[in-house]
């Protein structure tokens, strides 16, 4: 709180016109004071508020800031300011680090194709957009980027033995009433092998992949559209791996929901997420199954 008032001599003590004064320009200190706080905090990006963030987006030719989070908007500025920058695989890398995180997605090139390629976990529908334009803007014109999102899965399979012993309710030599109770009767002593000691062979864990792989018969976008010609349908790198191609000419805008069926129409997994089509895309499907518990 700023208080002038100390700086005046004492004569003007207990004076109501002076005190008045002071009272006026103690407001008018503290209002020069926030205003200079606020362009000191709007001198920087990551502390600017919602007017001079509009600003920045409206130079930049962002149009649907307005409905965002604040701090979603300050970041996207950032990325934007920071795209001049020599594309290589190096520089793109440091971008999805701090768009996606490291560790989210693969980025790999075909240069036989001329073609970018970038399987990244799905992101929520803002982010999304985000990376989009960021790899058009930093990639060469000859370069066609394919766009391969991927839902990553895990099955767990555990073994876990457990010890009763077994007490008989009914016997020679000793009065009895049948049926009122069972012939025999369990009392569990616990575990003895526990879900957390690895004990599930190799062999065991391959045909459990084989089993569920030969299962899939088909994929269904949002309850509609189904796919059943995948690019790849097999194990890959020791993970059940489904890839197949998702074209604008299906009519879908985006898709909100994925689903994996047998054959026969059985649901085997659903999967609620965001993946917009804006341009021909292949979504990736990986399914590790392996031994351990949540």
Do not use: C
């Not at 970018?116 to 976990?121: H, I, W």
């Not at 790899?135 to 980027?145: E, G, Q, R």
């Not at 555990?158 to 049948?178: F, H, K, M, P, V």
């Amino acid at each position: 709180m700023i208080d002038i008032k100390p700086y005046f001599p004492s004569l003007y003590n207990n004076i109501l016109e002076i005190d008045n004064l002071v009272k006026v320009e103690n407001n008018l200190f503290e209002n020069l004071n926030s205003e200079f706080d606020k362009a000191i905090r709007n001198e920087y990006v990551v502390t600017a508020d919602k007017e001079t963030i509009k600003r920045y987006e409206t130079l930049l030719r962002i149009t649907d800031g307005d409905d965002k989070e604040l701090s979603f908007r300050r970041q996207r500025i950032l990325n934007r300011l920071a795209m001049n920058m020599p594309f290589t695989i190096k520089a793109l890398k440091q971008k999805l680090d701090e768009l996606i995180g490291k560790g989210n997605y693969n980025v790999f090139v075909d240069p036989d194709r001329f073609t970018l390629y970038v399987e990244s976990k799905i992101l929520n529908q803002v982010w999304f957009n985000e990376t989009y334009i960021t790899i058009h803007k930093m990639k060469p014109a000859n370069i066609i980027f394919v766009n391969k999102p991927f839902i990553d899965e895990k099955i767990l399979a555990n073994e876990e033995i457990t010890l009763a012993q077994r007490e008989y309710n009914y016997r020679l030599g000793s009065t009895w009433i049948l049926g009122t109770l069972p012939f025999k009767s369990l009392h569990q002593k616990g575990a003895i092998k526990l879900k957390e000691n690895n004990s599930i062979q190799d062999y065991f864990i391959n045909e459990l992949k084989n089993f569920a792989l030969n299962k899939i018969g088909y994929v269904k976008f949002n309850n509609t559209k189904v796919i059943n010609e995948f690019i790849t349908k097999n194990i890959v790198d020791g993970k059940l791996t489904l890839e197949y191609a998702v074209l604008k000419s299906f009519g879908l805008t985006e898709i909100t929901k994925v689903d994996v069926y047998t054959p026969d129409n059985n649901l085997l997994t659903s999967i609620n997420l965001y993946v917009p089509i804006i341009e021909d895309l292949e979504l990736k499907h990986v399914i590790n199954i392996e031994e351990g518990v949540n």
